[in-house]
């Protein structure tokens, strides 16, 4: 198991936003979330990377460990650089393509331009760009299109060399074209990273994911494998929910 | 290595967030501390409410009534002009103008702002000073009224800007719904708008007075320095801010004139607080 | 029955007059500063020390003592101001130590600028016994200056989308390592305006330096800090109240060179500004 989480329950100021979760992410596969708005599903990734914490009025309980290590006990910096993050919207840093990918091995350390290069070359390969973006580096981020932008970010998260790589919504901002491209790389991924994709798009998790789960009100109410849910839920609010009849 | 020097700028960037705090405890500290010797020669009362003010006299006299009420001379009179033509002129800004002419304005209140209030106080004295003896027909145009004008036009940048958005802060929703019901822009305005800012617009005369009693050169240069109770506003007068400025270059350290002076700062000091302290729970409300 | 358009034509009208009275006086100052006073601008008067009892000459001692006191109250006002903008947007929790130092920033910003003199004379002056000298000068001017820098700093910082902290934390990049390689490359613009703002609000004030710093006549340019300086705003008030038959020239010229040094600092501000938004569009 990557992460095993223990009754998580999550707190903003008065707001219970997560309700005694227990789950387990298994390595190298795709876990898809789904859930309409507000059901804690953004919340729930949030919490694996410890990003929650930035809010001011942030609590929680329970135990989270990623591959058996208690998060919290953790050094966060090195968390969450075995737990990467891709964005809603596409979010380059105000700099170059090469800088935004170099930023994280930077930060880690990596001081020789050629270090740098030879991670840079590899991350943005692994995210399918290299191809697209070689011959404009130095141009800014801001530049290229946006689902070039998204899969700069997904290069971005890859060149600090992760174990996890945590999506919320990673293509909500794009085109169809766009999608398939980062799904098809999400898809190629898998063999070296645990993926947690929080989606709104159900059919996208039908696509990609290995299991799937379904929040609703800040619960966990189902997880299971990805055709079973879709095909044969077991709790009527998972049916309800994947048949559109409500969020 | 990295927890230590995270940990180690994390607490010189508190330090200095407190720096700020220290400093006005400073500030007030080193006031009283020199302050408070005057009441060895002169009983607080008399400080406050006498009405001779001879520092360097045998012997001397130290009653700041003169001088406190001088400087509430000017500053009502600069508060009468500044706020009817401020106000109008944050409204104007806000309301009337076109985004081009707003914008060109707005670049000439910042101007304002930036001029130095010596050189302000220069202009002043060679051209407002004449008109005014002209004018009144006075002996001498170095009067409170003098004053009291340069000031209202030295309070404008603060009075305007933030009396502006506090205008810029009313809910477009009111403006809507008064001109579903048929108001003019101007009803509008003076029925709607003003009132709905109006806790804005107290809080920017409030700073505006703040800035007007704490005005100190041009003040010396253009009201005559009399330090005599005034009568009128065509007389000359001296404010506080003006006496310390005036008279510190003279005052030996350690002599009674200069921990008078000092007491004289502290009064200022304490106004100064209460109108900022004020003005910003005005400010706080307005958001909340 | 009043009718409501000819009263809004007529209250518009009062508007646009209380505008005028404000703008246009400016206006005038300016040009009839510059009028006057650029009959005076010579290599001689800028580059001389006064003479002739100040009637002559030039002004160059007090263009240099303004320039060392406000390149020594920004060398110690940036550096604090620039560190407790980032304690406030970045580290400073919703709580009473917090509404305390704003509390305190706003009273900094209000206390008079003679009060300052005091304060600098009372603690740099007396106490630390610096004497008057370019240090207490710069020091107190310093502490002015600093809710200036503070306030235009805090807003640049915060003004840097929340994503991009996040980007950078979701990295593994620690706080700090966020604030100066995300936060701050990005607030740059707003700080070195109110840095800017701030060098040209210490260049004009003359009560802080009354008694801190200034000297009456002083016709040689200052070798230490621990020296005494003329500055240009008191030479101003010195030539023009305290020194009979100054010739208008002398006295416009210096006004003109005081009020340029600070325009060009305050254009100079809002071409930074201007640069750095038409740069940076997120």
């Given at each position: 198991m990557?992460?095993s989480?223990r009754?998580?329950?999550?707190w903003?100021?008065?707001?219970?936003?997560?309700?005694?979760?227990?789950?387990?992410?298994?390595?190298n596969?795709?876990?898809?979330?789904?859930?309409?708005?507000?059901?804690?599903?953004?919340t729930f990734?949030?919490?694996?990377?410890?990003l929650?914490?930035?809010?001011p009025?942030?609590?929680?309980?329970?135990?989270?460990?990623l591959?058996?290590?208690?998060?919290n006990?953790t050094?966060?910096d090195l968390?969450?650089?075995?737990?990467?993050?891709?964005?809603a919207?596409?979010l380059?840093?105000p700099?170059s393509?090469?800088?935004n990918?170099?930023?994280?091995p930077?930060?880690?350390?990596?001081?020789?331009?050629?270090?740098q290069?030879?991670?840079?070359?590899r991350a943005?390969?692994?995210?399918?760009l290299?191809d697209?973006?070689?011959?404009?580096?130095d141009?800014p981020a801001s530049?290229?299109?946006g689902?070039?932008?998204q899969r700069?970010?997904?290069a971005?998260?890859?060149?600090?060399?992760?174990?996890?790589?945590?999506?919320?919504e990673?293509c909500?901002g794009?085109?169809?074209i766009?999608?398939?491209?980062?799904e098809?790389?999400m898809?190629?991924?898998?063999a070296?990273y645990?993926?947690?994709l929080v989606?709104?798009?159900?059919?996208?998790?039908?696509?990609v994911?290995?299991?799937?789960?379904?929040?609703?009100?800040g619960?966990?109410?189902?997880?299971?494998?990805?055709?079973?849910?879709?095909?044969a839920?077991?709790?009527?609010?998972t049916e309800?929910y994947?048949?559109?009849?409500f969020? | 290595m990295?927890?230590?020097?995270?940990?180690?700028?994390q607490?010189?960037?508190?330090?200095?967030g407190?720096?700020?705090?220290l400093?006005?405890a400073?500030?007030?500290?080193?006031?009283?501390?020199?302050?408070?010797?005057?009441?060895?020669?002169?009983?607080p009362s008399?400080?406050?409410?006498?009405?001779?003010?001879y520092?360097?006299?045998?012997?001397?006299q130290?009653?700041i009534?003169?001088?406190i009420?001088?400087?509430l001379?000017v500053?009502?009179?600069?508060t009468?002009?500044?706020?009817?033509?401020?106000?109008?002129?944050?409204?104007?800004?806000?309301?009337v103008?076109?985004?081009a002419?707003r914008?060109?304005?707005?670049?000439g209140?910042?101007?304002?702002a930036?001029?130095p209030s010596i050189v302000l106080g220069f202009?002043?004295?060679?051209?407002?000073?004449?008109?005014?003896?002209?004018?009144?027909?006075?002996p001498?145009?170095?009067?409170?009224l003098s004053g009291?004008i340069?000031?209202?036009?030295?309070?404008?940048?603060t009075?305007?800007s933030?009396?502006e958005?506090a205008l810029?802060?009313v809910?477009?929703?009111?403006k809507e719904g008064a001109?579903?019901l048929?108001?003019?822009?101007?009803?509008?305005?003076h029925r709607?708008?003003?009132r709905?800012a109006?806790?804005?617009?107290a809080?920017?005369v409030?700073?505006?007075i703040g800035r007007?009693i704490?005005?100190t050169?041009?003040?010396?240069?253009?009201?005559?320095?009399?330090a005599?109770?005034?009568?009128?506003?065509?007389?000359?007068?001296?404010?506080?801010?003006a006496t310390?400025a005036?008279?510190m270059?003279?005052a030996?350290?350690g002599?009674?004139h200069?921990?008078?002076?000092?007491?004289?700062g502290?009064?200022?000091?304490?106004?100064s607080?209460?109108?900022?302290?004020t003005a910003d729970?005005?400010?706080h409300?307005?958001?909340s | 029955?009043?009718?409501?358009?000819?009263?809004?034509?007529?209250?518009?009208f009062f508007?646009?007059?209380a505008?005028?009275l404000?703008v246009?006086p400016?206006?005038?100052i300016?040009?009839?500063i510059?009028?006057?006073?650029?009959p005076a601008?010579?290599?001689?008067?800028?580059t001389?020390?006064?003479?002739?009892g100040?009637r002559?000459?030039?002004i160059?001692?007090?263009i240099?003592?303004?320039?060392?006191?406000?390149l020594?109250?920004i060398?110690f006002?940036?550096?604090i101001g620039l560190?407790?903008?980032?304690?406030?947007?970045?580290?400073?929790?919703?709580?009473?130590?917090?509404?305390?130092?704003?509390?305190a920033i706003v009273?900094?910003?209000g206390?008079p600028?003679?009060?300052y003199?005091?304060?600098?004379?009372a603690?740099?002056?007396?106490f630390f016994?610096?004497g008057?000298?370019?240090?207490s000068?710069s020091?107190t001017l310093g502490?002015m200056?600093l809710?200036?820098?503070?306030?235009a700093?805090?807003e640049a910082?915060?003004?840097?989308?929340?994503?991009f902290?996040?980007?950078s934390l979701s990295?593994?990049?620690?706080?700090?390592?966020?604030?100066?390689?995300?936060?701050?490359?990005n607030?740059?613009?707003?700080?070195?305006?109110?840095?800017?703002?701030?060098?040209?609000?210490?260049?004009?004030e003359?009560?802080?330096?009354?008694?801190?710093v200034?000297?009456?006549?002083?016709p040689q340019?200052?070798?230490?800090?621990?020296?005494?300086a003329?500055?240009?705003p008191?030479?101003?008030?010195?030539?023009s109240?305290?020194?009979?038959?100054?010739g208008?020239?002398?006295?416009?010229?210096t006004?003109?060179?005081?009020?340029?040094?600070?325009?060009i600092?305050?254009?100079?501000?809002?071409?930074?500004?201007?640069?750095?938004?038409?740069?940076?569009?997120?």
């Amino acid at each position: 198991m990557k992460f095993s989480l223990r009754d998580l329950n999550v707190w903003f100021g008065s707001v219970h936003a997560l309700t005694d979760v227990t789950m387990d992410i298994p390595a190298n596969e795709i876990l898809g979330v789904i859930g309409p708005a507000n059901s804690g599903k953004s919340t729930f990734l949030r919490t694996l990377n410890r990003l929650n914490e930035l809010k001011p009025n942030f609590r929680m309980t329970g135990d989270v460990r990623l591959s058996g290590a208690d998060i919290n006990k953790t050094d966060v910096d090195l968390l969450r650089k075995k737990v990467g993050m891709v964005f809603a919207l596409p979010l380059p840093l105000p700099l170059s393509v090469f800088d935004n990918v170099a930023y994280g091995p930077k930060m880690h350390g990596v001081r020789t331009k050629k270090r740098q290069k030879e991670i840079v070359e590899r991350a943005l390969k692994e995210a399918y760009l290299w191809d697209e973006v070689k011959d404009r580096l130095d141009t800014p981020a801001s530049k290229l299109s946006g689902g070039q932008q998204q899969r700069l970010c997904m290069a971005r998260t890859l060149a600090v060399e992760p174990e996890v790589i945590l999506f919320d919504e990673p293509c909500s901002g794009l085109d169809p074209i766009s999608t398939a491209k980062i799904e098809d790389t999400m898809l190629r991924l898998k063999a070296n990273y645990t993926l947690v994709l929080v989606t709104n798009n159900v059919h996208q998790a039908s696509r990609v994911a290995d299991k799937t789960a379904f929040f609703l009100s800040g619960r966990l109410i189902e997880l299971d494998d990805t055709d079973k849910i879709f095909t044969a839920p077991s709790d009527k609010r998972t049916e309800d929910y994947i048949g559109g009849r409500f969020g | 290595m990295r927890r230590l020097k995270e940990f180690v700028l994390q607490k010189i960037v508190l330090l200095c967030g407190v720096a700020s705090i220290l400093f006005v405890a400073l500030i007030f500290l080193f006031l009283v501390k020199e302050g408070l010797n005057v009441f060895k020669a002169v009983s607080p009362s008399h400080f406050l409410l006498g009405r001779s003010w001879y520092p360097i006299s045998e012997p001397a006299q130290f009653g700041i009534l003169p001088l406190i009420l001088g400087s509430l001379l000017v500053t009502a009179g600069a508060t009468v002009i500044s706020v009817a033509i401020g106000v109008a002129c944050a409204v104007y800004i806000a309301e009337v103008a076109r985004p081009a002419v707003r914008e060109t304005l707005k670049v000439g209140i910042e101007l304002l702002a930036a001029i130095p209030s010596i050189v302000l106080g220069f202009i002043g004295m060679v051209t407002l000073v004449p008109w005014v003896k002209k004018i009144f027909h006075l002996p001498t145009g170095l009067t409170a009224l003098s004053g009291s004008i340069m000031l209202a036009f030295m309070a404008m940048p603060t009075i305007v800007s933030i009396a502006e958005d506090a205008l810029h802060a009313v809910p477009r929703s009111y403006k809507e719904g008064a001109y579903a019901l048929g108001a003019t822009r101007w009803q509008t305005i003076h029925r709607v708008i003003l009132r709905a800012a109006s806790p804005g617009i107290a809080a920017a005369v409030m700073l505006g007075i703040g800035r007007v009693i704490g005005e100190t050169m041009a003040v010396m240069m253009i009201t005559g320095n009399a330090a005599v109770i005034p009568h009128g506003i065509l007389q000359p007068v001296r404010t506080l801010t003006a006496t310390i400025a005036g008279e510190m270059g003279e005052a030996a350290v350690g002599s009674e004139h200069y921990y008078a002076l000092f007491a004289i700062g502290t009064l200022l000091f304490v106004i100064s607080f209460g109108i900022n302290v004020t003005a910003d729970l005005l400010l706080h409300k307005r958001r909340s | 029955m009043r009718n409501p358009r000819r009263t809004e034509k007529i209250a518009f009208f009062f508007l646009f007059l209380a505008t005028a009275l404000i703008v246009l006086p400016v206006g005038l100052i300016v040009v009839s500063i510059v009028r006057k006073g650029l009959p005076a601008i010579s290599w001689q008067f800028l580059t001389d020390i006064p003479r002739e009892g100040m009637r002559g000459g030039g002004i160059l001692p007090a263009i240099v003592g303004t320039l060392y006191l406000v390149l020594g109250a920004i060398v110690f006002a940036l550096p604090i101001g620039l560190f407790a903008a980032i304690y406030l947007s970045e580290y400073a929790k919703d709580n009473v130590l917090t509404r305390i130092i704003k509390l305190a920033i706003v009273n900094l910003a209000g206390v008079p600028s003679v009060v300052y003199g005091l304060f600098g004379l009372a603690l740099f002056v007396v106490f630390f016994r610096f004497g008057a000298s370019i240090l207490s000068g710069s020091l107190t001017l310093g502490i002015m200056v600093l809710p200036i820098i503070i306030t235009a700093s805090r807003e640049a910082l915060e003004s840097v989308p929340q994503a991009f902290r996040e980007v950078s934390l979701s990295l593994g990049a620690s706080k700090w390592q966020t604030i100066r390689h995300v936060v701050l490359p990005n607030g740059i613009s707003g700080i070195l305006t109110g840095t800017i703002l701030g060098l040209g609000r210490a260049a004009g004030e003359t009560a802080p330096i009354l008694f801190t710093v200034a000297a009456f006549y002083h016709p040689q340019l200052p070798r230490s800090i621990f020296d005494q300086a003329m500055a240009l705003p008191y030479h101003l008030y010195v030539i023009s109240t305290q020194v009979p038959n100054v010739g208008d020239k002398m006295r416009y010229g210096t006004a003109l060179v005081l009020l340029g040094l600070v325009l060009i600092m305050n254009s100079v501000a809002l071409v930074v500004r201007f640069r750095f938004r038409k740069r940076h569009r997120w």
